[in-house]
């Protein structure tokens, strides 16, 4: 049975549209993909135009708007031309230069929520677990706050998607959840880059998403309007999270040569068959970027519609936020504009100065307890961990798990299973909604596992926080596999992303109370297993003049009797201030030298330093001596200390107690002395 559908014209205008502005747009930029735009035309129309589709161009933030994610992120073309079409803010300029320099369509997605894009995409099965992210925010939203919140999460995912490992997390989690809120739309053309699907994969499709609890709605002619009406027709009833099994045609309109096959796929299908296309589809082939009259009075109808439902919707929400007052002030103190959340913010930073202590402790264990405050001051704190959280103690202990029955107040620890990539993307998807600080965590070893994700945040400016634990050799037993070595270089070189790793309970409060107050993009906080000794003795600390300098001088010592004409500084985070300081009061009680130990909590800070306050901090002055002394690879330390010393570890750590570790790798004090002895200072 094919379903009736009353507006079949107008939605096959559109469709032929969506195509000739992707080619177009391809063409003009010599570069793109034309394959998916080509066979996913139809489908977009559908969605746009006809489905329950719930947007309103006017206001791309709707917090009650239904979410479309492109996880196919290579058929950008097709989202831009539908964007343009629906009103949003992207012109048919725009569209013009797709992919060009600073264009508002750079090749692939890139998260831009005023034109209506929702998520960065192209590194592929990313976008479905942004998907899922957002249908586990709107799920929490309207846990919290009730029925006005429901809406849809509908994401395009092609077969790369599917065969990534990514996909397989996500959608797990998804089905555990129940997210019956969540739409995948499977592009199903069996086509890839290099060939047909069947090349590399033979998955049971079907039969895999059934296994994770999905329905599975199958559209055996995805090129057809009626019986994808026909599909989207049985969402009505949808209780579980859907597949959408569409099976179209890569290229479709293009020449037999090309349409069906890969060659459709990533290439500019080229000048004439782009004439062919129009002509044989009643369009003139001199005509580009053309959209026609009538096709506009039809979106303009819509539109209007779509408005009509918007306004109505605010209508609704401001008399909710009367009739329901206790929900309506959570909803204000998770909103950053207003200023209940300026004052609350204000309140944590007093609150979280309960941590100070003197006590040597686990910074795991301080962070832990860090959560403990936030949480209980601020409703919009959720995270979880990927089933570590007894060793990274990232739970908020207070307050319930997130369950398929529970999205609730009191569901504030989503348990994410193990699945680090996919937290990483769900919890990116979390924060970029802008209501909820959203964390993850697991050990710091596994942010390999997570790194793409932790990319797309830092290139999209998504405020996620990654909690990391276990963040260095002094993990012991457990061995190099859990050791982390390269980590911090390797965060540390990602643009964007600030990485902090305090030495003590005061730079723990000091990380979040700078989050709270500054972050515009994602952090990453990597803290010890083991206890460490308290390095602050300052009673006034602040925030401001320490961990958010990135780098400061901790401990200054001054020798009694000075027997050297040089000063030593010596650089470190984490773990290994206190092992500074130990070696700092060996260099003056033995040798009788100036030494200033600086705690570097974090480098993307100190990079923003004025170069007379970065110069004041590395003592840039004749006659000192500066070494590094940090539980990793030395990469990276060259900028603290140029020519001077860099204690570190530059091959994988062992298995073993964590001190014969530590002697074996040299991060002793002896062991430290030797190595300045020896040292050719200039
Ligand atoms: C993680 C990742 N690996 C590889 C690529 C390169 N790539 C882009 S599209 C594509 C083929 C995807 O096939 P499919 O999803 O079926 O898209 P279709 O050819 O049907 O448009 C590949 C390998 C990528 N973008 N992301
Ligand atoms: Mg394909």
């Not at 199903?188 to 499709?205: F, G, K």
């Not at 090309?258 to 129009?278: C, D, I, M, S, Y």
């Not at 204000?346 to 405050?373: C, F, M, T």
Request: net charge negative; with cysteine.
């Amino acid at each position: 049975m094919v379903a009736k559908v009353d507006n079949l014209q107008d939605l096959k205008l559109m469709a032929k549209t969506l195509r000739a502005l992707s080619l177009d747009a391809v063409q003009t930029a010599n570069s793109g993909h034309p394959g998916l735009p080509l066979g996913c035309a139809e489908l977009m129309a559908y969605l746009y135009l006809s489905s329950d589709f719930r947007f309103h161009s006017g206001d791309p933030c709707w917090l009650a708007r239904d979410q479309f994610v492109l996880s196919a992120g290579h058929g950008s073309a097709l989202l831009y031309s539908a964007l343009h079409l629906m009103e949003y803010d992207i012109s048919l300029e725009d569209l013009k230069q797709f992919r060009q320099l600073d264009s508002k369509c750079p090749g692939h997605p890139e998260f831009h929520i005023e034109c209506g894009v929702e998520a960065t995409t192209g590194p592929l099965g990313q976008g479905l677990a942004n998907a899922v992210g957002m249908a586990v925010h709107a799920k929490m939203m309207e846990g919290r706050f009730g029925e006005l919140f429901k809406k849809k999460v509908y994401a395009l995912a092609g077969d790369g998607c599917l065969m990534e490992g990514i996909s397989h997390e996500a959608l797990s989690f998804a089905g555990h959840y129940n997210l019956d809120n969540l739409v995948i739309i499977y592009d199903y053309n069996r086509i890839t880059l290099d060939a047909d699907y069947s090349v590399s994969c033979s998955d049971a499709v079907k039969e895999r998403m059934k296994g994770h609890n999905f329905d599975v709605i199958e559209i055996s002619d995805g090129n057809s309007i009626e019986a994808i009406a026909e599909g989207f027709a049985q969402l009505e009833k949808q209780t579980r999270p859907v597949i959408i099994i569409l099976k179209t045609t890569i290229g479709l309109g293009l020449s037999p040569k090309l349409a069906g096959t890969h060659f459709a796929h990533g290439a500019p299908a080229g000048a004439e068959e782009v004439a062919n296309f129009k002509k044989s589809n009643g369009l003139n082939p001199d005509q580009f970027f053309y959209v026609p009259a009538s096709l506009k009075e039809i979106i303009a109808e819509k539109s209007e519609k779509n408005r009509a439902e918007y306004e109505k919707w605010m209508g609704e929400f401001s008399i909710w936020k009367q009739e329901n007052p206790t929900e309506a002030k959570m909803f204000d103190l998770m909103d950053k504009k207003t200023d209940a959340y300026k004052n609350n913010i204000d309140q944590v930073a007093e609150d979280l100065k309960a941590l100070y202590s003197n006590e040597p402790d686990a910074l795991r264990s301080v962070h832990g307890k860090a959560l403990q405050i936030l949480a209980d001051r601020l409703p919009q704190l959720i995270g979880g961990s990927a089933d570590l959280s007894a060793s990274d103690k990232s739970r908020l202990n207070d307050y319930e798990s997130v369950t398929r029955d529970n999205f609730g107040h009191e569901a504030r620890n989503i348990p994410f299973g193990v699945r680090e990539f996919a937290m990483a993307a769900i919890t990116n998807a979390i924060a970029a909604q802008g209501m909820f600080i959203s964390f993850c965590a697991t050990f710091f070893t596994f942010s390999d596992y997570m790194r793409n994700a932790v990319r797309l945040a830092a290139l999209s400016h998504y405020p996620s926080i990654f909690v990391y634990t276990h963040d260095s050799i002094f993990v012991g037993e457990d061995g190099p596999t859990h050791q982390p070595i390269e980590h911090l270089a390797s965060l540390r070189a990602m643009p964007n992303l600030i990485v902090f790793r305090p030495c003590d309970s005061y730079e723990v409060a000091a990380v979040w109370t700078w989050i709270l107050n500054n972050q515009k993009g994602p952090v990453a906080i990597v803290l010890t297993r083991q206890k460490v000794a308290v390095a602050t003795e300052n009673e006034n600390f602040s925030y401001e003049d320490t961990v958010a300098k990135g780098a400061y001088v901790i401990r200054d010592f001054n020798p009694s009797e000075e027997k050297e004409t040089h000063e030593v500084r010596l650089f470190a985070s984490g773990s290994e201030v206190s092992l500074a300081i130990d070696v700092a009061r060996y260099l003056v009680s033995d040798k009788g030298c100036r030494c200033k130990v600086v705690s570097v909590t974090s480098f993307e800070l100190f990079d923003k330093l004025s170069d007379k306050e970065q110069q004041s901090i590395l003592g840039k002055e004749e006659n000192v001596r500066r070494i590094s002394i940090e539980a990793a690879s030395t990469f990276g330390w060259n900028k603290f200390v140029s020519n001077g010393l860099m204690i570190g570890i530059d091959t994988f750590g062992h298995s073993a107690k964590a001190i014969d570790i530590q002697e074996k790798v040299g991060l002793t004090v002896d062991h430290i002395i030797r190595r300045y002895n020896e040292h050719k200072w200039t």
